[in-house]
């Protein structure tokens, strides 16, 4: 007979398979990691806040069980969200030593990256700009979306993205690269 | 990352619609910088690997079943130690080289309540020791 500690540690995640999770993994791990980077600008941060994200993912899979593919991915947006906004309150913002460097990228557009240094951008916004901004223009979530990932009310998020976007957009202008 | 254009075009509703928010030329740049600076970041940095994640996730499920099969024995040792504690301070009290009055019976009635209390977890603990996976 499996002892109780065994038979905890073998049969909860069967709601969530490991062939599951790996495709859950590949779909949405890139997204979330590359959301983690822009708004923390660690990466050490981003893997281990990646990390935590789908583990709680994975110990609470009964809660998830319900949600279509649309809706997993707000949720896992949510709870990034949540562990970056935990992380802030503690006072962690250390800067990192080796912060994601876009232009080293050849895919990266010449003109653009002449006229705005978005990672300067978006240490000088603060975090929840970062993440309005972050999921607007990069995920495509629309006002309901982000408020469902972030945990904001739509209304405070329509006003909270337009005064991001426009602090944002002080960089867009010539001659204007820092807020 | 999504890279599902949705219509950037001038004449579409504003950022009280709901549905899309970027609509002039300024936000399409906007837009642009920060995929490309997303598209560079997935580039240079990959996400650790899901076998981390799964072997993290089981290390914490463990844990937490080890940290809740002991919540039961860390009780009943708090109660025994607070209980035991009592027991010696009464016996000191109790032979000390002096007068001593006898116990009233509320400080009685509640020594043998502590007593039954831990009595009763011992032998349930006892009682869920030899059913493990009760």
Redesign the interface.
């Known amino acids: 007979m499996p002892s109780s500690l065994e038979h905890a540690a073998t049969h909860p995640a069967t709601v969530l398979s490991e062939l599951a999770f790996q495709r859950l993994y590949e779909a949405n791990s890139t997204n979330i990691h590359s959301y983690l980077l822009a708004v923390s600008n660690r990466r050490d941060v981003a893997d281990d806040l990646l990390q935590e994200t789908f583990c709680r993912l994975l110990l609470h899979p009964k809660s998830t069980a319900h949600l279509n593919p649309l809706e997993l991915r707000r949720y896992l947006f949510r709870i990034a969200t949540n562990l970056l906004r935990d992380r802030h309150r503690s006072g962690d913002t250390t800067p990192y030593a080796d912060p994601p460097e876009p232009s080293t990228h050849p895919a990266l557009d010449a003109s653009l990256n002449n006229s705005i240094d978005i990672r300067a951008m978006l240490q000088a916004l603060k975090p929840r700009d970062r993440e309005l901004l972050w999921l607007a223009y990069v995920e495509g979530m629309d006002h309901a979306e982000i408020s469902s990932a972030t945990g904001l009310n739509r209304l405070s998020v329509r006003t909270l993205l337009f005064r991001a976007r426009n602090k944002a957009k002080q960089f867009l202008a010539p001659g204007s690269p820092s807020l | 990352?999504?890279t599902?254009n949705?219509p950037t075009n001038p004449g579409a509703p504003g950022?009280?619609s709901?549905?899309?928010?970027?609509t002039n030329p300024?936000?399409d740049?906007?837009?642009?910088?920060?995929?490309?600076?997303?598209?560079?970041?997935?580039?240079?940095?990959?996400?650790?690997p899901?076998a981390?994640?799964?072997f993290?996730?089981?290390r914490?499920?463990?844990r937490?079943?080890?940290q809740?099969?002991e919540r039961p024995l860390l009780i009943m040792q708090t109660l025994g130690t607070l209980f035991a504690f009592c027991a010696a301070a009464w016996l000191l009290y109790r032979f000390a080289p002096h007068t001593l009055p006898t116990l009233n019976p509320t400080t009685l009635e509640l020594a043998i309540a502590c007593t039954a209390l831990v009595l009763t977890g011992c032998w349930a603990m006892l009682q869920a020791s030899r059913n493990?996976?009760?």
């Open positions: 990352m999504n599902t949705k950022p009280d709901g549905t899309w928010v970027h300024t936000d740049n906007l837009r642009r910088a920060l995929r490309t600076y997303a598209a560079t970041l997935s580039a240079d940095h990959t996400p650790p899901a981390a994640i799964l993290r996730a089981e914490r499920r463990r937490l079943a080890i809740r099969a493990p996976s009760a």
